[in-house]
């Protein structure tokens, strides 16, 4: 069958495509073998490097492994504060550059471009060295101070990124939707908050999901830093110790893969389900569309 995409390959290109693939899966194979050899000369597979991490009877298996969890659960509470708060600091950059006039959001689209056009690490960092250089307090928050410089540093950045998120969802909603709003007596901001933004979350919650994935993976970052001791930073702590570091940061990437994994899942099922909340049943929308005829002969 034709594709209104592009043509068919025909035979010859199907056939030049395979060679393709099997040449490259060849070449692939090839150099996981050789990477296995050369790993296997140094000893990486060796049992010692890898029973503290899978070897319950092991005397250092549970030390490791309460380690790690502690690695994690900072891990973890990083990502959900900095999670919360770009949600809510990106929703009112976002309203924010909407709903303002040209000249009112000329802030807002300063800060939006510029944050974005800086990278995530330097935005910690940066963070870091205002805080020093300005003498603020921040004893007061709970928690070390380097938890807060990764919190504050991927809220800045990933506010901006939901900003434009939410103002792409907005913008792609049908006119009639804040005409009825406006028509039924709503205000801009009401119409806004009851009846644009919901839509609008729905509409981008696959790339608002993405963007909190990349969220949770970015707290590893401040381990080049050294501010805060989360899962990536602990592993490394880890292996100096144990001089493994190999299977170590296998087992963080297996952690970071599975929460990241389960995290797409969730935004997989979520919208599934509001999907189907928005669908509804086959017979409450024949209903509801006899009443909208009948109310129109009226």
Known sequence: MSNVLYDEPGPRARRRSLIGTLVAMAVFAVILWMAYRRLDERGQFDSELWYPLINPSDEQFPVVWERLGEGLLATLTAAA???????????????????????????FVTAIELLRGLPVIVTIFCVYAFKNYADLDI?????????????????????????EI?????????????????????????????IQLPQAFRTMLPALISQLVVILKD???VAVLGFYIELLRRGNLISQVLDNAIQVLFVVALIFITLNYA????????ERRLSSSRTGTPAANTVDTGLAVNQGRH
């Open 166 to 194: 939410l103002r792409a969802g907005v913008n792609s909603l049908p006119r009639g939707q804040a005409e009825a709003g406006l028509a039924i007596g709503l205000t801009s901001r009401q119409t806004m908050r009851a």
């Open 81 to 107: 504060l900095a999670i919360a708060f770009s949600l809510i600091l990106g929703t009112l950059l976002g309203v924010g550059r909407l709903m303002l006039g040209r000249v009112a959001r000329i802030p």
């Open 219 to 221: 707290t590893s970052l």
């Open 263 to 270: 995290l797409s899942r969730l935004a997989t099922w979520t």
């Open 139 to 163: 004893s007061w928050l709970p928690g070390d101070d380097g938890l807060w410089y990764l919190v504050i540093g991927l809220t800045l950045y990933n506010s901006v990124i939901i900003a």
